[in-house]
């Protein structure tokens, strides 16, 4: 085949209002191939966290908390099924938010391929949606592992249970859909790591009632667990685990935080991209 | 004629012992941490400062009002005293390890800045050495700050606790020396990955939280193993002033580490750098 | 002529199975500046990195200033100045900083590093960056620094290995400039490079390397002079046709060598033989008369272009 001939057929390959229609699939799709180079890595891990977790807190320091509380338990269950919903929500969290920043960051500064796929019909608001969407593929998958080991340790006393698993996903895509956007204006990506890790993920891990009821923390220290996204999704999921009693109206709350923060996390994740590739 | 200073430098080395590989400017390498602190890395080192101290207040708290007292040895404390040694010793080991790994890997790999180091009249030896010695730096002013929250809240309950300090150093010792002798024959970044991925298990079962008795017989002798359980059974032995013989071997543990990493660092360098 | 600052005999340099340097002899003289020329893989840079004793070789000899790079590292690293083909300046820290400490690392005094950094500056033009982070600075500005860097221990030799590769135009004719002012001051210039306008500017000296092994040896105009003629006359026929031409013109000049994309044809005058072709009825698509580089001289030596 010589040069002319590839040159007059993809002109006929390339079919711009399918691309237009769905672009973000198409950068889905493309991170997803990436994703699978690790997939066993990756599985291994989503596996073998929750399982190092509830034995070592759920199990190990769950029996001393069991005998120290008595009959009346941890929010009135075993303190393994206090804690299980927790960690769930947290591991959609950190999934989505690994799916998101990494790609963003090496998208723009250390590949640059974003750039190159802005340099084909997709536009910056498909790259944004499509790394977006890996990113909930991939809390999806790790939700329903980890849903599986908690189901396998007996942590799950409602027959509704099983709705904690798109609540965690959806905890994981409104709080993965802010930081996509907060990654995408990085330009010096070296201490935002650092500052991510020990000054919000950190933070939000111990403080958002994950070990022990938010209320038990001094009145100062609580705030940390309304603004984190940790604690609406563990609230909900503690409800639908093991029927930890909410108010209708907190329900709402829960939902509307997280929605919120999605809707916003979106739009400017998509307003960013665009800009920044224009630029 | 004229001689530069350099090499007049150089010269009034000769003949030392070990002249091929060391060259005695670990203060130099030193003062190059320092630099590079107040110039980029401060956030980081201060943030590692940070870690321990969230887990107190949390666990400690949190925790404690779940499990108020915790029995070791017949006698039972309270739950922030039992975690605070734990603490101090992992927030050595997290220190040494980043310094060691990651840190290093980047100047080995990416930024190459041991090459640059090496064309000098350094050797391989300063700049372990040099590294190293940033880490225990680091180490003990961790111990150090962490100590000042600890020892106000009446969380040391022994004099002997002040011993936890160069403790931590030779705990931060001992990981940073086998950290870098890892990371020397690191090829790729997703490699040094797998260091990381061993950490949160030891840190999960090396008795941070309750103590490992709870655990299983095999979990127990498994356990015993790793590193992190002897730091955190020295400096929890140091703070409660539970003085004993086994804490001389905790401390024996980590000069094996020390010398098994230093030998390994040495070598490798060397073979990286003089092929 | 004064004893050697460098001689090598028979260096030779084994990875595994793979030479990299074989058995090479060549010396180095005070205050002239000297290059090896090659393509990239030539050994040039392995031989770099034996001088700059943190390499150490199969076989052979090497001496530096009267010493055995393998018993005295050290003390021969205080001689030298070294730019590596690859920066690898502190990432970490701002570019005064970067002068400051690795004067440090030769164990310097302080004050006198100070002093130093100042002047340095000045000669690598980076008065205003200062305080800047080596990560700010362009291509050109960094190795300004990294040569900069160099001479912070004042050596008596410099060492640069492909100094100007992946530099703009404009930023290789300001760094030549400033090794121009070194050269004039006396210091001693190792060079290698893969350019052959590089080599013909800056050294005095050179060995052309091929595999491992030293094809020639000589000043640039002599190599020149022994290995190819005046001018070449290059011609285009067209992709396709070129390798045809050349064997229809080769009884037309002493020598001509066929590439993919033009035709070589070396003569001492260019015009003259153009004008020949013209009369002869072949019509090439362009024509240009130069004069000979070093890049024929590589490609009489070897049959191979430099840059492949």
């Given amino acids: ?279 | 004629m004229f001689i530069p200073m350099a090499v007049a430098i150089a010269d009034a080395r000769a003949g030392k012992r070990g002249e091929r590989v060391y060259s005695g400017r670990v203060p130099q390498l030193l003062e190059r941490g320092f630099i590079a602190f107040k110039s980029s890395t401060y956030m980081i080192v201060i943030s590692g400062f940070l870690e321990p101290v969230l887990y107190l207040l949390s666990f400690g708290y949190g925790i404690g009002k779940l499990l108020p007292t915790i029995a070791v040895g017949g006698e039972s404390i309270k739950y922030a005293a039992f975690i605070a040694p734990a603490l101090l010793a992992t927030s050595a080991m997290n220190g040494a390890i980043y310094d060691s790994t990651m840190n290093v890997f980047f100047k080995l790999n990416h930024d190459r800045i041991y090459h640059g180091m090496l064309a000098t009249s350094m050797g391989p030896l300063d700049v372990a050495l040099g590294e190293i010695g940033w880490a225990l730096l680091r180490g003990f002013s961790y111990a150090c700050a962490f100590m000042a929250v600890i020892a106000p809240l009446g969380l040391v309950e022994s004099v002997w606790g002040l011993l936890a300090i160069p403790a931590a150093v030779l705990i931060a010792f001992g990981f940073a020396a086998c950290g870098m002798a890892i990371t020397s024959y690191m090829k790729s970044f997703q490699q040094l990955e797998i260091i990381n991925m061993l950490l949160l298990p030891m840190f999960l079962f090396s008795g941070s939280f309750y103590p490992i008795s709870v655990f299983p017989q095999w979990l127990q002798f498994t356990v015993n193993l790793m590193p992190l359980t002897h730091a955190i059974n020295l400096v929890r032995g140091l703070c409660l002033g539970n003085l004993e013989l086994a804490l001389l071997g905790h401390a024996l543990y980590f000069v094996v580490m020390i010398i098994i990493g230093l030998f390994f660092t040495t070598k490798r360098l060397n073979a990286l750098f003089m092929k | 002529m004064s004893n050697p600052l460098i001689s090598a005999r028979g260096l030779t340099k084994k990875f595994g199975d793979f030479t990299a340097v074989n058995g090479i002899d060549f010396d180095v003289f005070k205050g002239e500046s000297f290059g090896f020329l090659g393509p990239n893989g030539a050994g040039k840079s392995t031989a770099m990195r034996i001088i700059g004793a943190t390499s150490q070789r199969t076989s052979g000899t090497i001496s530096i200033l009267g010493k055995d790079p393998e018993l005295h590292g050290p003390q021969i690293r205080a001689h030298l100045g070294v730019v590596p083909q690859q920066d690898n300046l502190d990432m970490q820290l701002s570019v005064a900083e970067n002068l400051y400490i690795y004067g440090r690392y030769f164990g310097l005094p302080r004050k006198f590093v100070k002093g130093k950094v100042d002047e340095l500056l000045a000669f690598a033009q980076l008065e205003e960056k200062r305080d800047a982070k080596v990560e700010t600075l362009s291509g050109g500005m960094k190795r300004r620094l990294t040569i900069a860097r160099a001479l912070v221990s004042e050596p008596e030799i410099l060492m640069l290995d492909e100094p100007t590769t992946g530099l703009d135009p404009q930023a290789r004719h300001i760094l030549w400039d400033r090794l121009f002012r070194l050269k004039e001051q006396g210091v001693t210039l190792l060079i290698t490079t893969h350019f052959m306008d590089e080599a013909e500017q800056l050294c005095d000296r050179l060995i052309v390397m091929d595999k491992g092994t030293i094809m020639a040896e000589g000043s640039p105009a002599s190599l020149i002079k022994d290995y190819a003629t005046k001018e070449v006359l290059e011609l285009r026929f067209g992709s396709d046709r070129n390798q045809e031409m050349g064997a229809k013109l080769r009884t037309m000049c002493d020598r001509i060598e066929e590439l993919p994309d033009r035709v070589l044809m070396y003569t001492d005058d260019g015009e003259a033989l153009l004008e020949k072709i013209y009369a002869a009825d072949f019509h090439p698509k362009t024509s240009l008369v130069r004069r000979s580089s070093l890049e024929d001289v590589f490609l009489r030596l070897t049959g191979r272009t430099l840059i492949e």
């Fill in chain 1, 1 to 279: 085949m010589s040069l002319t001939q590839i040159r007059q057929g993809s002109l006929v390959l390339v079919d711009a209002a399918r691309v237009q229609s769905r672009g973000a699939l198409y950068v889905a799709q493309a991170r997803i191939r990436q994703m699978m180079k690790w997939i066993w890595l990756i599985l291994g891990i989503a596996i073998a966290n929750p399982i190092l977790y509830l034995i070592s807190v759920g199990i190990g320091l769950g029996g001393l908390i069991d005998q120290s509380v008595g009959p009346a338990g941890v929010d009135g269950v075993k303190y393994l099924t206090f804690l299980a919903p927790a960690l769930l929500a947290q591991a959609a969290i950190q999934g989505t938010m690994d799916e998101t920043v990494f790609p963003t960051i090496e998208g723009f500064k250390w590949h640059k391929t974003f750039y190159s796929m802005n340099a084909t019909p997709l536009s910056g608001v498909q790259i944004s949606y499509g790394v977006f969407l890996t990113a909930l593929f991939r809390a999806f998958y790790t939700v329903v592992l980890y849903f599986g080991v908690m189901w396998a340790f007996g942590a799950l006393e409602s027959p509704r249970a099983w709705l904690a698993i798109p609540t965690a996903v959806f905890a994981g895509a409104s709080f993965g859909a802010l930081m996509q956007a907060l990654a995408a204006r990085l330009e010096d990506e070296n201490i935002f790591f650092v500052v991510l890790g020990r000054f919000v993920m950190m933070p939000l891990f111990m403080f958002s009632g994950t070990f022990f009821p938010l209320t038990s923390m001094p009145f100062f220290l609580q705030w940390i667990g309304w603004i984190s996204p940790l604690w609406h999704a563990t609230e909900l999921g503690r409800h639908l685990t093991y029927g930890h009693a909410i108010s209708p109206t907190m329900i709402w709350v829960h939902f509307l935080f997280l929605g919120i923060m999605l809707v916003l996390g979106l739009f400017f994740s998509a307003r960013i991209f665009t800009k920044r590739l224009a630029k």
